[in-house]
């Protein structure tokens, strides 16, 4: 990233994840324009919303899908999949393709978005209003995925607090951790939302708490979209690269995300560093993996939406007591020696 | 029980997926497929090869400042629109090609996107400066956008200064005590 223009990298920080992309480039593009000291439009921070929400809800509807398949439950994973279509169908007609926007920029958003495509993009939405409460039914009713997730892996609120959960785990847990309420980077406040919370903190409380917050997700982009063909407005502001740092926190589907960049005042930054909140949440569930069924394994760690290609490292535990013992970055394992 | 439900209404409704071949797939009207160029619109100012964030788009010279290419490889784009974006005269817009199979990897090459630079030379030392019509352009934009009582004046100094290498111009700067060194 320090080889590339500020321009260039917001593609690049695109490509980190696949799945969340728009939380990537949201996060880079507002730790630049806090380093470059200025703020996007008020319709850009409507577009951002919306992208990002559709995102949050096509991500945890991809997680319900395949927890429920390493559950063994295919039917499901079906299903959810099969709905998921509708948020895509949603995305690509606001930007053109289903996954990489490529829309949000610095200052702003780079494209606009005609209300014919919003009007197309709610219609597909409201589609997906009338099937997620079916899926959080079937979930609530299923004895399958409630045999195989309850109880598994199961953390209070000061635990998942001490080993560093972020995101929907925390929120899992009862643990309210969202950086939306928290560090208002966008408008949620105009929206009428509010973070989700569950109460037992297990592998099926996760899933739980993500179809409901794809629901509530849902919600808030309808009234994004509402707003966003009432109104009208700038889409970019004008900026000067000047040097400094800026740090933002974003919260992706996963959690937490966080984007620190340093420039002098040149087009490269001089500086890049990205955590991402998979590094968080592995890093924590394999604190809880020891005395669980191997059976069990595939579903502790799949029930905290973890994305691997996100967080190229290794933890290294020991096999008598799980304490860790060293976590090394997967480049450096081919020569790594315990 | 509901599940039973959504299963029995799968099997009457037809299937969701379409036969792709057969059947061409259906784009968003924002649909952003590999760019294309406008010869004709083209000034030659190269924006979106230095904004390219993968280097699918670039410029090539095949006879020493003779002749320049411009070229855009399929290979690499990544269709993030940025090029579309920046060009300055729209010479470059969205194909809504999205079926980019090959049987040879030289064919993702767009090689009909070869453009001509004529290059204008610098009047002292020779060395290439930039294509005719680059310079045009940035004359035209002088001439509507300044005032009236400098237009003149500004697009004659404008003349002088643009017939010469980036080198050579600033030799001149310095004669004239024009140069920007002078506030530094």
């Given at each position: 990233m320090e080889q590339r223009t500020f321009h260039q990298n917001i593609f690049l920080a695109e490509r980190v994840c696949g799945i969340c992309n728009t939380a990537h480039a949201i996060c880079y593009c507002t730790a630049v324009e806090r380093l470059l000291g200025i703020s996007p439009p008020h319709r850009a921070q409507l577009l951002r919303i919306l992208l990002a929400e559709l995102e949050r809800i096509h991500s945890h509807l991809l997680l319900i899908g395949l927890v429920a398949d390493l559950a063994g439950f295919r039917t499901l994973f079906m299903y959810a999949w099969k709905i998921r279509e509708h948020v895509l169908d949603a995305i690509e007609r606001i930007t053109g393709s289903r996954r990489h926007s490529g829309m949000v920029t610095i200052g702003g958003v780079s494209r606009p978005v005609p209300g014919k495509d919003l009007a197309s993009a709610r219609r597909s939405l409201l589609v997906l209003a009338k099937e997620l409460p079916k899926l959080l039914s079937i979930m609530k009713e299923s004895t399958t995925l409630k045999r195989r997730c309850r109880g598994v892996t199961e953390v209070d609120k000061q635990t998942a607090r001490k080993i560093g959960f972020v995101g929907p785990n925390a929120r899992a847990s009862g643990?309210?951790?969202d950086v939306r309420a928290a560090e208002p980077y966008l408008p949620y406040a105009e929206l009428d939302w509010k973070p989700v919370l569950g109460e037992f903190g297990d592998s099926f409380e996760r899933l739980i708490v993500r179809a409901r917050e794809a629901y509530q997700s849902l919600r808030t982009a309808l009234i994004c979209i509402k707003r966003l063909l009432s109104e009208s407005g700038p889409l970019t502001v004008e900026y000067q690269l000047r040097a400094g740092e800026g740090i933002a926190r974003v919260e992706a589907p996963r959690g937490e995300l966080v984007y620190y960049l340093a420039a002098e005042s040149?087009?490269?930054?001089s500086f890049v560093r990205i955590r991402t909140p998979t590094m968080l949440n592995l890093s924590a569930i394999v604190q809880l993996l020891p005395g669980l069924r191997v059976a069990d394994v595939p579903i502790a760690i799949g029930s905290i939406d973890p994305c691997m290609t996100c967080c190229d490292r290794v933890t290294v535990l020991s096999a008598q007591s799980a304490a860790v013992l060293a976590r090394i970055p997967l480049r450096a394992l081919t020569t790594w020696k315990p | 029980m509901k599940l039973l439900k959504e299963i029995l209404r799968a099997l009457t409704r037809p299937p969701v997926t379409t036969q792709y071949p057969a059947k061409p797939a259906s784009l968003p009207p924002s649909f952003r497929g590999p760019p294309d160029f406008d010869d004709a619109r083209c000034i030659r100012c190269f924006a979106c090869s230095s904004v390219c964030p993968t280097g699918a788009c670039y410029v090539q010279d095949i006879s020493d400042g003779e002749r320049t290419v411009l070229i855009i490889d399929y290979t690499r784009c990544i269709s993030c629109g940025r090029c579309v974006t920046i060009c300055p005269t729209d010479a470059l817009h969205h194909t809504r090609e999205y079926s980019l199979l090959a049987s040879r990897k030289t064919l993702y090459t767009l090689s009909s996107t070869e453009v001509d630079v004529r290059f204008i030379r610098c009047t002292e030392c020779n060395q290439p400066i930039t294509d005719v019509s680059h310079i045009r352009f940035i004359a035209d934009r002088l001439s509507e956008n300044l005032p009236e009582e400098v237009r003149d004046r500004a697009l004659e100094d404008f003349k002088r200064f643009s017939s010469l290498c980036p080198a050579c111009r600033t030799k001149l700067a310095r004669k004239l005590g024009t140069s920007p060194e002078k506030w530094c």
């Open positions: 643990l309210k951790l040149t087009a490269h930054p | -």
